[in-house]
């Protein structure tokens, strides 16, 4: 009779990645009912007990995920934002880096945040979603002149344009680059439509 492998030694970060990633692939293929403390032990090949070491509670793991998720979502934005040379390059990088997390990480964020158990977690990406809104308001109001109010109204309105399309390629499994292009061209053409007109 053959002994099972040893249990791989990971250093705690590695094992609490481990452990987060299990529990993102149940959430993004099940749902978040999916998830318990057994199951995620299971999925990462460790016992509950371990999964317990790291996290208190079935919310306490899925607070840590959401966190974990906001983190990635905002370093892509800021490292896609921070390439861009021209207003027109921020809207597609930044449009183009939401779409790709949406194509590789499905709508695990959105999903997250319907998760009473979470709830206390969902103020911090609210106040992503702000921080974002904010950078877009004043992105247009240097390209277009546009009054801070009325600016971010716009960046509001059409973060959830955004958000929509990305709906949309998590649904379809669309092309992202299809995608994009088409999304991007709504939203400057709307930026540019509303931009320099009267207070909102």
Do not use: W
Request: hydrophobic share 50%.
């Amino acid at each position: 009779m053959t002994k099972p492998p040893p249990r791989r030694r990971l250093d705690p970060a590695a094992r609490r990645d481990e452990i987060l990633d299990a529990a993102a692939a149940m959430v993004m293929a099940d749902g978040v009912s999916a998830v318990s403390m057994e199951a995620v032990a299971r999925a990462a090949g460790i016992s509950k007990a371990l999964v317990y070491n790291y996290f208190s509670s079935r919310s306490t793991l899925l607070s840590a995920l959401l966190r974990r998720t906001v983190a990635c979502f905002e370093a892509e934005g800021a490292a896609a934002a921070a390439s861009a040379g021209d207003f027109v390059d921020l809207v597609r990088a930044t449009t183009r880096a939401y779409l790709a997390h949406v194509a590789t990480h499905g709508v695990l964020i959105q999903r997250l945040l319907r998760e009473p158990a979470v709830a206390s977690t969902i103020e911090a990406d609210e106040a992503s979603r702000r921080m974002t809104a904010d950078f877009f308001a004043r992105a247009i109001t240097r390209e277009y002149g546009t009054p801070p109010a009325r600016a971010a109204t716009i960046a509001a309105i059409l973060m959830g344009l955004t958000g929509g399309a990305g709906d949309l390629l998590h649904r379809t499994g669309a092309d992202v680059d299809a995608v994009t292009d088409l999304t991007v061209a709504m939203l400057l053409a709307a930026i540019a439509a509303v931009s320099t007109r009267g207070p909102a």
